[in-house]
């Protein structure tokens, strides 16, 4: 009896061993917390090992200050970098701001460059700047940069935002920008060309460096049906997406940039060579030619403008509506459906695949050509009376 005993208490044993050895090795293979850890320190002072950079704000506004950071070649800014140039220097010199900027290709604060001496900086190499990114007292080379989240301009002469994937792009529209001196006064006026692209579809497999360039801004992005934006803002204004200026010789936009008003008594040309714009209404007495070729569908079109040739050669659908007045040459021979098309002192409307529309209102004045267009040629269209200002030949008016 006493050997059953040990035999059960034996037996117990190796059972409390084993289970206290698997409870062991369960606790071994819990993993461990994914909780991410700052990447960068944040210091509003900058930090030097060994004599050399390694993080925190920058900030020069003197040659002294750029004697500073001029012996390490500085490529990464952990911080952010604000830079105000007033001193005179010869190009090339220590004392020249770009023999430092022109390494850096990440900052990873905000950007702030304040010029008063009238002498542009070199940002050759930049390529992301996580925060904003503003310019003021003149123009930088920064042609390779392809992130930033807000970018802030302002400054004489034209602007030019180069394909960079941005949330907000704020220019200052005023005779002159920070300078305050007139540029109508001298008969001049800004050329505009915006191309963005929104932040959230950065190819993130690419790593954003200088030799990465070419092909960060040439990848194709998957876009869903109603894509986010980058809103162009004007300084001054209450509202994003409206220009409002008398002092804009040109627009380019391109990319994803969205501008849905335009108020301008100085543009000539205006060029939309964006893929996504909603709507856009235009309001001018003297643009010239307007060009918007890859658009395929919008919500809303409204040309108020003595437009030479206006032409959406990609534009297959217009949801509301198409108002276009003072337009000499309409080209919108992809069209094929809209909700309201309206055209008035107009010389002539291509439509060569219109479908239907809800109502269609075209003077008597306007010629229209409409081949192969059932829907135009039966309605009359082309042939109302004088006494009939307009026609309407597809709904209820």
């Known amino acids: 009896m006493k050997n059953i005993h040990k035999l059960l208490s034996l037996s117990l044993l190796i059972l409390l061993i084993i289970s206290c050895s698997k409870s062991d090795d ?25 004599d050399s950079y390694k993080f925190g704000d920058i900030t020069i506004s003197s040659s002294a200050d750029l004697e500073e950071f001029s012996s390490d070649k500085i490529d990464e800014v952990v911080g952010d970098l604000t830079i105000n140039v007033g001193w005179d220097y010869t190009a090339g010199s220590s004392s020249d701001p770009s023999e430092f900027t022109k390494n850096i290709e990440i900052v990873y604060g905000d950007v702030l460059v304040n010029i008063t001496n009238n002498k542009s900086i070199s940002f050759e190499n930049l390529v992301k700047v996580v925060g904003s990114y503003t310019i003021n007292g003149h123009d930088v080379d920064d042609q390779n940069l392809v992130y930033a989240n807000y970018i802030n301009l302002d400054y004489e002469g ?127 007495t003297s643009l010239k030619a307007f060009s918007m070729p890859n658009i395929t569908t919008m919500d809303k079109l409204v040309i108020d403008a003595p437009c030479e040739s206006f032409e959406a050669k990609s534009l297959i659908t217009v949801k509301n509506k198409i108002t276009l007045k003072n337009v000499v040459n309409i080209i919108l021979n992809a069209l094929k459906t809209c909700g309201i098309l309206t055209v008035s002192n107009a010389g002539e409307i291509n439509l060569n695949n219109f479908q239907n529309a809800a109502s269609l209102f075209i003077p008597s004045t306007v010629k229209v050509n409409s081949t192969n267009n059932p829907v135009l040629n039966q309605s009359g269209v082309s042939s109302v009376t004088p006494e009939d200002d307009t026609h309407n030949s597809g709904g209820s008016s």
């Open 158 to 284: 034209d602007y030019i935002v180069n394909n960079v994937f941005t949330r907000q792009i704020t220019l200052n529209l005023d005779d002159g920008g920070s300078s305050k001196k007139s540029l109508s006064s001298k008969g001049l006026s800004r050329r505009l060309r915006m191309f963005s692209r929104h932040p959230r579809y950065y190819p993130v497999s690419i790593a954003p460096t200088f030799n990465n360039v070419v092909k960060i801004r040439s990848t194709p992005l998957i876009l869903p049906i109603r894509p986010v934006v980058p809103k162009f803002k004007q300084k001054g204004l209450t509202r994003a997406e409206e220009l409002n200026s008398d002092n804009v010789e040109s627009i380019e936009i391109g990319g994803h940039t969205s501008l849905k008003k335009i108020n301008s008594n100085s543009i000539k040309s205006l060029d939309v060579s964006s893929t996504i714009l909603p709507e856009l209404e235009v309001k001018s």
């Open 26 to 50: 369960s606790d071994e293979t819990t993993p461990v917390s994914t909780t991410p850890t700052p990447v960068q320190p944040v210091s509003p002072t900058p930090v030097f090992v060994d």
